[in-house]
């Protein structure tokens, strides 16, 4: 069974920062490309970051560039964000995704991906 479990949301005072991590299982976990992608209350899902395979460029958009850093463990089969600097813009719904190969969807608002978590909330307070 596929499964894709998100966890580390929670509330955090601007400023502040967390780690998100995303635990896959059921695929090819070192095949995959994985994007996080978030959605806020009355806003269109975005994408946030995608992490190809090792030796690719993350992609990060462009309002979390400097802030946000992307990692995968293949070994753990887990993917990381690391968030930091937050603000009340970045408070939504953090949902990751998978993309088998070859990528066209990880990078944009993730239609397309091939399996998706139920998401994690974070919250950032001013």
Excluded: H
Aim: net charge negative.
């Amino acid at each position: 069974e596929v499964q894709l479990v998100e966890s580390g949301g929670g509330l955090v005072q601007a400023g502040g920062s967390l780690r998100l991590s995303c635990a896959a299982d059921g695929f090819s976990f070192d095949d995959y490309a994985i994007g996080w992608f978030r959605q806020a209350p009355g806003k269109e899902r975005e994408g946030v970051s995608c992490i190809e395979t090792a030796d690719r460029r993350p992609y990060y958009t462009d309002s979390v560039k400097g802030r946000f850093t992307i990692s995968r463990d293949n070994a753990k089969k887990t993917v990381y964000l690391d968030m930091n600097n937050l603000n009340p813009e970045d408070t939504a719904v953090y949902y990751c995704a998978a993309e088998r190969p070859p990528f066209y969807y990880c990078v944009g608002s993730g239609s397309g991906m091939d399996y998706w978590g139920k998401g994690t909330l974070v919250t950032v307070s001013s």
